[in-house]
């Protein structure tokens, strides 16, 4: 019960301040921006892709309708 315990005291914001704790120890705090850079660039890129995709299925979908 011990777990249950720690999920029930630590919510939200905790949270984000213990990843970011360990993120300084783990990776020391000159590394933190890059890290943060490189995620935003792939986050930009992820939702790029997530559009394209979305389009060429609706596409996809309109050729589908347009043909039966």
Do not use: C, H, R, Y
């Amino acid at each position: 019960m011990l777990g249950a315990g720690i999920a029930n005291f630590i919510q939200g914001p905790e949270i984000i301040i213990i990843i970011v704790i360990l993120g300084v120890l783990i990776f020391g705090a000159k590394k933190i921006p890059e890290l943060a850079k490189t995620f935003g660039k792939a986050k930009g890129e992820f939702e790029k892709g997530k559009i394209e995709g979305e389009k060429e299925l609706k596409d996809f979908k309109d050729k589908e309708v347009k043909s039966d």
